[in-house]
Each structure stands twice: as structure tokens, then as C-alpha cells.
């Protein structure tokens, strides 16, 4: 790793190398997505935060102008209506760093994500 793409080991890592503001915004982002599943293990991934139950449910990571959130593209296209203000892509959501995070929307597509989840980590039931 480079001295500008550290290897991080903990969010809270990741976190001390934002500038101030952009701190108080992950802090905000972090505090939501652990209200909206409380279970969730924090890690790192692709260098980046993250939130795991079975598997990842969403990852986050800082850009020049905006935070991305990553909860892969089920939630992007289910809550498209509600983003719309929001710059998206398949998996990815841009919430620009001048404005406030929608934190209510954020926890609703993190329990989105949490159901997927639970689903996704049930064994399938047999057929007798």
C-alpha cells in the first residue's frame, strides 16, 4: 500500500485519516447503518468500511465531493423513486458532502439489506 491508500484494519482507522468534516459525516453514516442492523460485524473490505451479517450488507468509502454508499444494486433499484436525487449507478449511491446525509433512507435501505440478508442465509428447505 501507498502512504495516500493505507491498508486499514479498522473503520476507526479509516476514519482518523478524513478531514474533520468528512469524519463527522462517516461517524453519522456508521451510527445509522449500526441503528438499522444492530447484529451487523463492522470490517474492512476492498480497503473500504463495511457491514457484514451472512454476508456484506453495505461498504462505504470517501470520494472529493461525496461519501459512496455501496449496499449493492437490489436496494438502488427497490428505493430508485427515493434516490432520485441522488447520483447512483448499479451498486453504488453519491451522497454529496455539502449536504445532509438522509440518514432515514440510509437506515431503510440497510434493513433492506438485513432482510435480503436473513434470507439469503437460511438453508433451503427440503422437498418431501
Sequence with gaps: MNKDNPGFTTIDEYHATQPADKQRLLDQL?????????????????NMPAFKQNKVLVYYATGKEHIGFYPTPGPIAHFAEELAAYKTSKGAIQFPLDKPLPLALIKK????????????GKPAKKKS
Design 30 to 46: 456508521r451510527s445509522a447503518i449500526l441503528q438499522a442492523a444492530p447484529k451487523a460485524t463492522e470490517t474492512i473490505s476492498y
Design 109 to 120: 435501505i440497510v434493513r433492506f439489506r438485513v432482510e435480503k440478508d436473513s434470507l439469503a
